[in-house]
């Protein structure tokens, strides 16, 4: 009996914390100038990742003010996310690139994954949201 009551303990405990709300903070940093605005998106999945506005979970852009810059997502579940930011120097909320698709605009990724020659997968960029508070950091690119 005792051991009934134990393993029901336990079982509400995690179901507790799975359906809790957590909030995200994203420290953006490496900015080459404070023109224009910070855009930032964050992913539930890997369909769409990084750059299909249509399958974003929540998304901002937010003047920046200082450096490093902070963009809070608020009632996010326990589970993997990957967040793309980019430095919108001309606020047309649009990652802007050369003739030759090269980004012209500062960006970055969740996980800070090495960028060569394409945008990372979901996967290489992921990281979990496992409680109420978790905080990450993010290195602007430019090229």
Not at 31 to 60: M, T
Not at 70 to 94: C, E, S, W
Not at 112 to 124: D, Q, T, V
């Amino acid at each position: 009996m005792l051991l009934l009551a134990v393993l029901g303990n336990l079982v509400w405990s995690f179901d507790a914390k799975a359906n809790f709300n957590g909030k995200l903070t994203v420290e953006i940093d490496g900015f080459k100038n404070k023109e224009g605005q910070i855009c930032a998106s964050i992913f539930a999945s890997s369909e769409g990742f990084p750059g299909d506005r249509d399958r974003v979970l929540q998304k901002q852009c937010t003047k920046i003010t200082d450096t490093p810059f902070p963009i809070t997502f608020d009632n996010l579940k326990a589970g993997r996310y990957a967040v793309a930011v980019f430095h919108d120097q001309n606020n047309d909320r649009t990652l802007n690139s050369n003739l030759f698709g090269v980004p012209s605009e500062g960006f970055g990724f969740s996980s800070n994954p090495e960028i060569l020659a394409r945008a990372p997968k979901f996967s290489e960029a992921a990281f979990l949201v496992a409680g109420p508070d978790t905080n990450i950091q993010i290195q602007l690119k430019y090229f």
